[in-house]
């Protein structure tokens, strides 16, 4: 049974830092590039990032390049995204994806999905 199972969010004053984290079961972790997506109320879900099997090729939203970090931990099956310098509008529900093949942020390349965390940012 495939499960992605994020961690880590929750509610921050603009300028602030999170940490989400994202564990993985039931396939080859190894094997899937993984990315961030978040979803505001309203809004289309967007890619934040992605990061490629081996962790050396890393995707960035414009909007959030320099702010946000993808790192994975292939021996442990974890996904992270250090989240800095936060703004409101950095608020949305995160969810963690798993594609076998993946060249985009297309949401149809990612087979797996998490079920989402809240990620909350006040001024």
């Known amino acids: 049974q495939v499960q992605l199972v994020e961690s880590g969010g929750g509610s921050v004053q603009a300028g602030g830092s999170l940490r989400l984290s994202c564990v993985a079961s039931g396939f080859i972790y190894s094997e899937y590039s993984m990315a961030w997506f978040r979803q505001a109320p309203g809004k289309e879900r967007e890619g934040v990032a992605r990061?490629?099997?081996?962790?050396?090729?890393?995707w960035y939203a414009e909007s959030v390049q320099g702010r946000f970090t993808i790192s994975r931990d292939n021996a442990n099956n974890t996904l992270y995204l250090q989240m800095n310098s936060l703004k409101r509008e950095d608020s949305a529900m995160y969810y963690c994806?798993?594609?076998?093949?993946?060249?985009?942020?297309?949401?149809?390349?990612?087979?797996?999905w998490g079920s989402g965390i809240q990620v909350t940012v006040s001024s």
């Open positions: 990061i490629q099997r081996y962790g050396t090729l890393r």
């Open positions: 994806a798993a594609g076998r093949f993946v060249t985009s942020f297309a949401s149809r390349e990612y087979q797996y």
